[in-house]
């Protein structure tokens, strides 16, 4: 699960796998000229009516862009558009341009439920890692 801080200029991505966060600086900056790799990356956002556009440069080349294990290098280019078209939903259309790994950018459309007022789970992988029984 993820849940999403918002404050203005600035949002936190908290997941609750490996306890792992994302910022994304919500006030349109520019991009740093050379970003140091990351898992995340450097992410920019800016609103854009009831979207916010989020691009994402600075990944590793050892980086995942989903579970299925597409891959994406440092010449990647990620843009998310979010949109909440009600109160129980996200709609995110993901678009991922990398010359280094694909022959020409792709983009999936994806639907996720939303909940409010949400706890995370602390859910780190380890060895005898025991919480597993207790999210069925």
Request: charged share 30%; proline share 6%; net charge negative.
């Amino acid at each position: 699960m993820l849940k999403f801080v918002h404050t203005p200029g600035f949002l936190i991505v908290l997941n609750e796998w490996n306890a792992g966060y994302r910022q994304v600086f919500t006030d349109g900056r520019p991009f740093p000229d050379d970003p140091t790799p990351s898992w995340m990356g450097y992410s920019s956002a800016k609103w854009s009516g009831d979207s916010l556009a989020i691009d994402t440069i600075g990944l590793r080349d050892d980086s995942w862009i989903d579970w299925q294990g597409s891959v994406v290098t440092e010449t990647a280019k990620v843009r998310e558009e979010i949109r909440r078209p009600d109160f129980g939903h996200l709609e995110i259309q993901l678009t991922v341009d990398d010359p280094k790994a694909y022959t020409k950018p792709w983009t999936v459309s994806i639907k996720e439920r939303l909940i409010v007022e949400a706890e995370l789970i602390d859910e780190i992988c380890l060895e005898n890692e025991r919480s597993l029984q207790h999210m069925k």
